[in-house]
């Protein structure tokens, strides 16, 4: 026991030894559901994934088993195009090819919507209760749930005939017209008609789908059969539309034939023109005796207008080429009587009588010269005149006869062109109706594209619901669907699970697994003292751990405090285990029931009512007579004690800072029981005056956010927090979890405890 009495010092002299807190670390958040964490949750949660496996197949066979069944039979049609002798033929006859185009147009030609009305008039699909929506729907009236609608909205129709509209029930559809159902049969038949081709052939597999086998049969084979009518009768529509075709054109070749001969004959009755005569009648030489005789009269108008251009410039030896001998002569004698009156001017003067006759011989020689020259031009011009007449006259007829020469080869080369276009026409006219002797005379025309290569049989095993199909797709879904539900409730599952989530949901190390302790093992025993009874166990292994993770830190502390966030997660039981076990180790070690408001120590001890921590803080008692020790170890207690008083300001004072101190130099270990961090504010405060803090979180219990709550009110305060453990460790749900940390409690490890 201890002798030394507790000092009294005075608040100013006195202030709680207070340990810098570490620094916070932040919580590390998972980065999702790898490979091994999916093993794990599927581990775990095992019995979701096999419900769902052995739930889903079974309710899809009693769902497959419940169905109404439906019958497939299928015909096989092969398409090819046949061979035209005739080119003409692969145009406005059958333009086609085998390509995947021609066969998606051939699968919609099966499917068409007239050949299903030819099957649903020919089956009265419009009767059938598969095909009539309208039937099915009259079916509602024995329903027991639309009798009771009924029944109530006639009730009601009294008392409220708004409410009783609303609960009546939709009558049933009427039957529509002939013709309406008729189609909407032959469109929920078409649904029902499955048209694929068969890879890398040209092979139609038709298929049709009915409650009846021998209706599915028989629409089957009806399909092929009208798809191959339909062949065939465009084959036949091909055969009148080529023959049209082709006779139009006789007709249109023959008429513009006959037009062109017509223009031919109108041309040669307007031109002149017969077959090897001469254009015009006119010949070359003709032709040549024109230009000859122009040419020459030209000549003659040249020479006319030349000597006329002469006499009247008055040349000499001009004059006298153009044969005028009197002109010639007088004009001599003109000049031989103007020397005379010169000479005699010369000699005589001017006045005498001798100058005035010779000037008389003068004048009288000039006027026979103008007379003489005035006769001469006027029969040189009439000359000139004469030969231009003439050239005109000639140049008139040769431009006549050019003109009909010319319009006669004209009129020939049109002639001509007609008769090649005419010739071209005859040609064409004769090809043409070769072509239509052809056309008409094609035996392959009348076969179908198509032709039947196995005929529907009567199924003998319903096509749907296929129970082993559905039984394995549920299979599938189930499984599918439990991995989700597994997902899920990993998600939804907010409680701290293993060490792992420790670091990553708070960011502390986990120091222990303290194991749940069943009643089985228990026995007789108290949990409190299953440490000391079964030193060996894993329970008791789990205390040595978390001692020596407190021991093996930097800085091991004396005053460890432990606290938890709600109550109820095992902080009591995990203080005096803890403490138990140094004990049994040979520490000295002093258990402090911080826990003021609902202690828990003197129960565990059995000290109920004894004088505690409140009377020592209170000065109501002394140290050394609080003090007790354990009856099963050589652990020292302090109860929480007898006061009852609001705590906050005694953990607060000088005195609890100076009981610490004291206890500090006497033992090794000191453990503070302390209140849950959550709502009491002791629990901080007693954390901030000890070393470090240790939280108890229970395993699978306690949500993540309440111990990060609780983590981050004792940061705030300053509380070296070290570590966690997690308590109440079912050990073999957690062994079979997949955590990393459950091969702690693996079945290898059985020889190293004992229960």
């Known amino acids: 026991m201890l002798d030394r009495p507790v000092e009294s010092r005075a608040p100013a002299e006195r202030r709680p030894n207070l340990r810098q807190a570490p620094p916070s670390v932040e919580p590390i958040e998972p980065e999702g559901m790898t490979v091994t964490a999916l093993i794990a949750a599927l581990r775990r949660r095992r019995w979701v994934l096999i419900l769902c496996a052995l739930l889903f197949p079974a309710v899809a066979y009693i769902a497959a088993k419940n169905l109404t069944p439906r019958y497939t039979a299928s ?30 147009s051939q699968i919609e030609v099966v499917r068409s919507l007239s050949v299903m009305r030819r099957v649903a008039r020919h089956f009265n699909l419009d009767d059938r209760r598969e095909f009539a929506w309208w039937l099915r729907d009259a079916e509602r009236v024995s329903t027991p749930w639309y009798r009771l609608r009924d029944a109530l909205a006639q009730r009601l129709q009294a008392v409220s005939p708004d ?29 029902r008609l499955l048209v694929t081709v068969v890879r890398n052939s040209r092979v139609l597999q038709i298929q049709f789908t009915s409650e009846d086998p021998q ?6 084979n009806m399909a092929a059969q009208l798809y191959i009518d339909d062949q065939l009768e465009a084959k036949f529509n091909a055969v009148r539309r080529a023959n049209d075709y082709l006779g139009g054109q006789v007709r249109d070749l023959r008429q513009e034939l006959q037009q062109t001969e017509q223009q031919i004959a109108e041309l040669r009755a307007t031109s002149g023109i017969q077959r090897g005569t001469n254009p015009g009648g006119i010949s070359a030489e003709q032709l040549s005796k024109l230009n000859t005789d122009l ?15 002469a006499v009247r410039g008055g040349g000499g030896s001009d004059i006298t080429a153009l044969g005028a001998s009197n002109l010639v002569s007088q004009r001599a004698a003109l000049d031989a009587a103007r020397a005379d009156l010169e000479r005699l001017r010369s000699t005589f003067g001017d006045r005498h009588p001798d100058v005035a006759q010779a000037r008389s011989r003068v004048n009288d020689a000039q006027r026979a010269v103008g007379g003489e020259t005035a006769r001469v031009i006027q029969v040189l011009q009439t000359e000139a005149n004469a030969a231009a007449a003439s050239v005109r006259s000639l140049e008139a007829q040769l431009r006549q006869q050019e003109a009909k020469v010319n319009q006669s080869q ?21 090809q043409v109706m070769e072509r239509s002797q052809l056309t008409a005379s094609q035996n392959a025309i009348e076969r179908s594209d198509a032709r039947v290569l196995s005929v529907a049989t009567l199924p003998g095993v319903p096509s749907f619901p296929k129970v082993t199909l559905f039984a394995a797709a549920a299979l599938v879904l189930g499984i599918l669907f439990g991995l989700l539900v597994i997902w899920f409730l990993e998600q939804s599952d907010s409680t701290i699970r293993s060490g792992d989530e420790v670091r990553s949901a708070l960011g502390l190390p986990n120091l222990a697994l303290v194991p749940m302790l069943r009643r089985g093992l228990l026995g007789r025993h108290r949990v409190e003292d299953y440490v000391v009874r079964k030193p ?17 830190g930097a800085e091991p502390p004396r005053v460890v405090v432990i606290t938890a966030a709600r109550p ?64 099963l170890t050589s652990l020292d207690y302090i109860p929480a004690g007898a006061a009852e008083i609001h705590s906050l300001g005694l953990f607060m004072s000088e005195a609890m800072a100076g009981l610490l101190d004291r206890v500090r130099r006497d033992y090794d270990l000191i453990v503070l029981d302390a209140p849950p961090a959550l709502a009491m504010a002791d629990a901080r405060v007693v954390a901030r005056l000890a070393d470090a803090t240790l939280l108890c979180v229970k395993w ?32 073999k749900v957690h062994g079979r979890s997949g955590y990393a940390d459950a091969e702690v409690y693996h079945p290898r490890y059985g020889g190293y405890f004992r229960e």
């Open 410 to 430: 004209t009129a020939e080369i049109q002639i001509n062109a007609l008769e090649r276009s005419a010739e071209a026409l005859r040609s064409l006219l004769r």
């Open 536 to 552: 060996l166990s894993p329970f008791a292994e789990s205390m040595r751990t978390l001692r020596a993770a407190l021991w093996l």
């Open 215 to 220: 209706l599915a049969r028989d629409v089957a």
């Open 163 to 191: 409410l009783a509209e609303m609960v009546a029930p939709e009558p049933p559809a009427e039957v529509p017209p002939k013709d309406r159902a008729e189609t909407q049969a032959a469109e929920e038949a078409r649904d």
């Open 295 to 309: 040419i020459e009269m030209r000549n003659r108008q040249a020479n006319a207008e030349a000597r006329l251009a």
């Open 568 to 631: 109820g997660e095992g902080k009591t039981t995990t203080s005096v285990a803890l403490a138990r076990s140094a004990a049994m180790n040979g520490e000295r070690v002093l258990l402090i029931d911080c826990d003021v408001r609902q202690p828990s120590l003197g129960r565990v001890f059995r000290a109920e009512g004894a004088a505690g921590i409140t009377d020592l803080l209170l000065g109501q008692a002394v140290l050394e007579r609080i003090i007790r020790r354990d009856h």
């Open 700 to 731: 699978r219990d306690t949500p993540r956010s309440v111990v990060r709550n609780s983590l981050g009110l004792l940061e705030d305060a300053h509380a070296r927090v070290v570590g966690a453990c997690l308590t109440q460790v079912d050990a």
């Open 75 to 104: 015909t096989s049609v092969l398409y090819e195009t046949q061979n035209f002798r005739d080119p003409v033929l692969m145009g406005p006859v059958l333009a086609e090819s085998t390509t995947d185009a021609i066969i998606a």
